[in-house]
Every structure is written in C-alpha cells, then in structure tokens.
C-alpha cells in the first residue's frame, strides 16, 4: 500500500501488538493484460508546464471525497501527504507543473472512469486499469501494482478461512464497481449473492454489524481498516493476482486525451528513477504480507 503516515504507523503498530489498508475505490474488473500498454493518442510533445490541460498554465488533478487514507491523509488531497497525494504531485512536477499550479476536484470513483468528456486533467483514486474500462477512459501506465484481500471479525467463522472454499459458503460484501466485487464474483463464486454497496465505509458499518460475514477491499485499505477502523477485525487473507498481469492503479484520463503519453510517460519516469517505490516506502511501508488464499 505506500509509506504509511505517522498516524497510520502508529495504528499499524498497535494493531501488531495486539494482532492497514488503503482506500473506494476503491479499490476498483479482473484486469486483461492491464500494464500491457498505456491507451491514448501518441505524436504529442510534451513540453513542461505547456500542456494543454484543462485550464492554461494549471494541472486539474482529481479524486473522490472523502479521500481515504493512507493514499490521502486527513481527507485533503492538497497537502501532498498519503500515497496518491504524493504520486500526485510527483507526476504534476515531472509534467513541469508545481504545486501551486495544482487544482483538486472531487469526483466520485465510478463517474472518473464512466462514459463522458471528463472535467480533469488526470484522476488519481486506486482505480485498476482494465480493458472494460479503457473503452471509456484512457489509463496512464500503473502506478501501484495491488492485490485484493478479505477482512473478517476476530474469532468469527469466516476469520478462520483458510482457502476460497472456506469462504463460498459466507456473505461477502465489496464496494460497487470495484475489482473487489469482481474478486468475489469470479474467483470465490459465493453461494450467497454478494451485498454491494455504494461507498467502502457502508462495507466495513455492514462488517461491524454483523450484515456480511466478511468484506473484500484492496490490500493497502484492508491494513488501514484492520490498523486503525475496525481493531477487531483481521485480514483473513490476500487473492493472488488473476492471470499473468498485474491489477495496477491508473490515471484516468479523457478518451483519446492528448496528454494520456505524456502522463504515462512522467509515471514512466518517476518508475525508473525508483521514486514511486520511494514514495510507497514513505506511505504504505507497514503493510506487510497476508497469508495467500488458494
């Protein structure tokens, strides 16, 4: 999940003590070749600081509210602090734009990558690039490589899973939209239809409830819940990933934008030069292995 904040590693090292996750998205369709390559036009010359962004001379950065942590850190996308926030402005000043040239908007997760000419230059909200969702939006190359995971109660049944076949026979619960709800559909195949809900914090209110049996989020947000929202809870386990790609977390572009190779280009970049690895060590560096559910 990224270098966690001080709070979150604080959190993190209660829940150790006794025993993290990141955000909607979110989380966010089993992904066919999804790093295969970055959709977009291409020829474009991507002089810094002269891209033809939304509004001249700014970058329009997006994403949902509230921005969870630890990919954001104290629901403000603008103070660079929590993994996206920091992958964020990373990008924006490899494009050549600093951070006072940043404008933030709030788009709710499934509007970023729905059909529609898009208000944003970029948005940056754990979505995972998939081919279902590139014949919407344009993706930049990934920026996370994420798996899904399961978050149960403390000493309830489905905390004892051990497998996919221990959890068939339970509810489970996931965001709408999202690549964990595809998780639950195509890989575990439950025997009881799955509760979808609207936002992740409706997911872990029907977890804490008592509603599903177990909830499915994204590795990095399953840390964060288990760390630092629901202590009693526990992740019972990580998915491995489906076929031989990677889910990986994309900016979402415009369809056809002109500025999807040089955002790919600048997450490219930052890749090479290990400051995506830097800024993942700094925001989500607590997040330590889950047992693999087979």
Same mark, same amino acid.
């Given at each position: 999940m990224h270098l966690a904040p001080r709070a979150l590693r604080r959190a993190v090292a209660a829940?150790?003590?006794?025993?993290?996750?990141?955000?909607?998205?979110?989380?966010?369709? $089993?992904?066919?070749?999804?790093?295969?390559? $970055?959709?977009?036009?291409?020829?474009?010359?991507?002089?810094?600081?002269?891209?033809?962004?939304?509004?001249?001379?700014?970058?329009?950065?997006?994403?949902?509210? $509230?921005?969870?942590? $630890?990919?954001?850190?104290?629901?403000?996308?603008?103070?660079?602090?929590?993994?996206e926030s920091a992958v964020a402005y990373a990008v924006a000043q490899q494009l050549g734009y600093d951070k006072s040239a940043v404008v933030w908007q709030s788009v709710p997760f499934n509007k970023a990558f729905a059909p529609g000419v898009k208000t944003f230059d970029f948005d940056i909200n754990q979505v995972s690039i998939s081919a279902e969702r590139r014949k919407a939006v344009d993706f930049s190359s990934g920026y996370y490589d994420v798996r899904q995971a399961v978050?149960?109660?403390?000493?309830?049944?489905?905390?004892?899973?051990?497998?996919?076949?221990?959890?068939?026979?339970?509810? &489970?619960?996931?965001?709408?939209?999202?690549?964990? &709800?595809?998780?639950?559909?195509?890989?575990?195949?439950?025997?009881?239809?799955?509760?979808?809900?609207?936002?992740?914090?409706?997911?872990?209110?029907? &977890?804490?409830?008592?509603?599903?049996?177990?909830?499915?989020?994204?590795?990095?947000?399953?840390?964060?819940?288990?760390?630092?929202?629901?202590?009693?809870?526990?992740?019972?386990?990580?998915?491995?990933?489906?076929?031989?790609?990677?889910?990986?977390?994309? &900016?979402?572009l415009d369809k056809g934008s002109a500025l999807t190779p040089c955002v790919t280009d600048a997450v490219d970049a930052l890749r090479k030069a290990g400051t995506l690895a830097k800024i993942e060590k700094q925001w989500l560096s607590d997040a330590v292995d889950a047992p693999v559910l087979k």
């Open positions: 829940a150790t003590i006794a025993l993290l996750a990141t955000a909607v998205g979110c989380a966010p369709q $089993p992904e066919e070749k999804a790093a295969a390559s $970055p959709s977009g036009s291409t020829g474009t010359t991507c002089a810094k600081g002269e891209l033809a962004t939304k509004t001249s001379g700014k970058l329009t950065i997006a994403t949902d509210e $509230p921005a969870y942590e $630890p990919w954001f850190k104290d629901d403000k996308p603008a103070n660079g602090k929590g993994f978050i149960a109660l403390k000493g309830s049944k489905a905390a004892k899973a051990t497998s996919i076949a221990d959890l068939r026979n339970l509810k &489970l619960g996931a965001q709408v939209g999202t690549t964990s &709800l595809d998780y639950i559909t195509d890989v575990v195949k439950p025997k009881q239809q799955a509760a979808v809900y609207a936002k992740n914090d409706q997911a872990k209110s029907a &977890l804490k409830n008592g509603q599903v049996d177990a909830i499915v989020t994204d590795l990095p947000t399953a840390f964060y819940i288990t760390a630092a929202e629901v202590t009693n809870a526990k992740i019972v386990g990580q998915f491995e990933n489906q076929g031989g790609t990677p889910e990986q977390f994309g &900016l979402v």
